[in-house]
Nanobody
Framework: QVQLVESGGGLVQAGGSLRLSCAAS????????MGWYRQAPGKQRELVAT???????NYADSVKGRFTISRDNAKNTVYLQMYSLKSEDTDVYYC???????????????WGQGTQVTVSS
């Protein structure tokens, strides 16, 4: 199996910063696109940012210029650096990875358990 473990969430004041990390572990052959999504209670999960294995990034309009996604392929880890946080950034943030496993055909999407980010105004 593959596990994604997130860390770095918490409570921060508006205008502050947080850095989320997500490490993938298991019998992994390769990890393709990794990303961060967020979800508020009663709402659909929405894309925050994604990054390909080659480093191509994509951001939601609402976070462009404030959030930066990066990854360390050697550590199977993706990061989300968040600056200038706003109250509307309060959500549960989920890590996602598109993975191929040793001995298994095809790519599979895996999700982390989520980490709470709360921005107080």
């Amino acid at each position: 199996q593959v596990q994604l473990v997130e860390s770095g969430g918490g409570l921060v004041q508006a205008g502050g910063s947080l850095r989320l990390s997500c490490a993938a572990s298991g019998i992994i052959f390769s990890i393709y696109t990794m990303g961060w999504y967020r979800q508020a209670p009663g709402k659909q999960r929405e894309l925050v940012a994604t990054i390909t294995r080659g480093g191509h990034t994509n951001y939601a309009d609402s976070v462009k210029g404030r959030f930066t996604i990066s990854r360390d392929n050697a550590k199977n880890t993706v990061y989300l650096q968040m600056y200038s946080l706003k109250s509307e950034d309060t959500d549960v943030y989920y890590c996602n990875a598109e993975v191929t496993r040793v001995g298994v055909v095809g790519r599979v999407n895996y999700w982390g358990q989520g980490t709470q980010v709360t921005v107080s105004s």
